[in-house]
């Protein structure tokens, strides 16, 4: 490829990452998600890499089919279940697990005679109304789906709202109401996201499901992922494309919103927001040139953003660039830019060099 901009993806990070997760969780299997074309770091690959998962979460059927074409083995769970009674046949082929998380899914459930029983992940609403049966509701479905010959295996689930948040009390209430519901029951359990896993070891139990954290990306707001003992996976590179010598008072970029201060050199690095980087991120984002942060200058734009060179004056055409990743947390730059580091990395456009490195 011919632009200089690609992404690195770090697959010793990656392993760190995970056993990490299994220090954390030594008890407990790892459903490792990666839906979203591995949270941005390329499905497949991501999944070859943790040959030592227990199962893969993802979010379509779409990304089932590819994870099974390129044999991998493991468990895979359709986190928001099947969209329609369509899909049911292929997810019983495929031999992959889907959550129920909705009365239409049930009824898909009792209408479709499948060639192979399926395993069912039942979905509770613990709290936080997005997915899932109310506890009361609950136990009528489960009763109900241990009729069916065509389910195998009922597991429960329930997802966190606020765990990334360690003083919110609402995730020991959500443990709690979980724990009530199952307290007579023998059935796997699954509750802990990444926040959960670094931060509430009661949500543990049989089953982990780490997506941000398997990247080496903190789920916490107030902490990156080194500091919790991560590594990042993925790193946005390039190179400086050119460098000006600007006069004072003049303007760098669309809508002149950057003025130089004085004299100075500015660098023009070919990365932007058709790559996924962040047209939010402010002046004064932090860019690595040659290894040494310098400043985000004006807006990016779709190929290019410009950096203040002042701290180097002798930075040319050519120069690495790192935009976020190794020795720049995708943390401090998804602040800059008014996001999280889950948006930045799915955001990461397919039009780059995905280059897999041991290294
Ligand atoms: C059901 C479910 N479990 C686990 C995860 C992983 O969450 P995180 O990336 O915060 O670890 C997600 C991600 O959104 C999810 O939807």
């Known amino acids: 490829m011919s632009r200089p901009a690609k992404v690195v993806i770090n697959l010793p990070a990656l392993r760190h990452n995970f056993s990490r997760i299994r220090t954390l969780a030594p008890n407990s299997r790892v459903m490792a998600i990666v839906k979203a074309d591995a949270y941005g770091h390329g499905l497949v690959r991501i999944a070859q890499c943790l040959e030592h998962a227990d199962a893969f979460g993802v979010a379509c059927l779409e990304e089932a089919r590819e994870l099974r074409q390129a044999e991998i083995q493991q468990r895979i769970i359709l986190l928001e279940g099947p969209y329609s009674g369509d899909e049911l046949s292929e997810i019983s082929q495929l031999g992959i697990d889907m959550v129920v998380h909705d009365l239409s899914q049930v009824e898909m459930l009792d209408q479709n005679q499948l060639i192979k029983p399926v395993c069912i992940w039942l979905k509770l609403d613990t709290g936080m109304h997005r997915l899932g049966f109310s506890p009361d509701l609950a136990s009528d479905v489960l009763a109900r789906l241990e009729q069916f010959p065509c389910v195998k295996e009922i597991r429960l689930m329930t997802h966190l709202a606020s765990a990334n948040n360690r003083e919110d009390p609402m995730t020991s209430e959500q443990i709690n109401c979980f724990s009530q519901f199952n307290k007579n029951m023998s059935l796997e359990k699954t509750i802990a996201n990444s926040a959960a896993i670094l931060a509430f070891p009661d949500a543990h139990v049989d089953w982990v499901r780490p997506g941000i954290m398997l990247y080496g990306v903190s789920p916490f707001a107030n902490s990156n992922g080194p500091q919790e003992g991560l590594k990042p996976v993925m790193t946005l590179k390039s190179r400086l494309i050119t460098v000006k010598a600007l006069k004072t008072g003049e303007p760098v970029g669309y809508g002149a ?14 990365a932007g927001y058709g790559d996924g980087y962040p047209r939010h991120a402010e002046s004064g984002t932090p860019v690595l040139v040659n290894g040494k942060r310098v400043e985000l ?3 990016a734009s779709m190929d290019m953003l410009t950096v203040d060179l002042r701290s180097q004056p002798q930075a040319k055409t050519g120069d690495p660039v790192v935009l976020w990743g190794e020795g720049l947390p995708v943390e401090e730059i998804a602040k800059h830019a008014g996001t999280i580091p889950y948006e930045m990395l799915c955001a990461v456009h397919k039009r780059l060099e995905f280059e897999y490195g041991e290294a």
Do not use: F, K, L
Request: proline share 6%.
């Open 257 to 270: 919103t950057w003025r130089c201060p004085e004299d100075m050199s500015v660098g023009v690095v070919a």
């Open 297 to 299: 200058i004006g807006r």
